[in-house]
Nanobody, 123 residues
């Protein structure tokens, strides 16, 4: 499975961006998916995940209430709507496909990773 992430860019604090991640084949529609991010000099951290049906979502505390994950299995695509962006949200954002029907916070659950898309939030 190949994952193609898009939608990153430069935005001012308080602004919004919507990331998309499309998988190369339908395998992803039976699997949980997630978003992680990695800022310069920091470890990759969990952002959010969604189960295969899209009815169970998990968010990191620092994005809860500002970010929303969703998916369209017909399009093999997962989305990340990011609102009220802060400079500390600046990072490369990676999408990933879980080994399981759920996803969750644990990186070990994920098998396939996208190439990442840069999000930069200016103050």
């Amino acid at each position: 499975v190949q994952l193609q992430a898009s939608g990153g860019g430069l935005v001012q604090a308080g602004g919004s961006l919507r990331l998309s991640c499309t998988a190369s084949r339908r395998t992803s529609s039976n699997n949980g998916m997630g978003w992680f991010r990695q800022a310069p000099g920091k470890e990759r951290e969990f952002v959010t995940s969604i189960n295969w049906r899209g009815d169970s979502k998990v968010y990191a505390d620092n994005v809860q209430g500002r970010f929303t994950i969703s998916r369209d299995n017909a399009k093999n695509t997962v989305y990340l709507q990011m609102n009220s962006l802060k400079p500390e949200d600046t990072a490369v954002y990676y999408c990933a496909v879980s080994l399981f029907s759920y996803a969750g916070r644990d990186r070990a659950n994920y098998r396939y990773w996208g190439q990442g898309t840069q999000v930069t939030v200016s103050s």
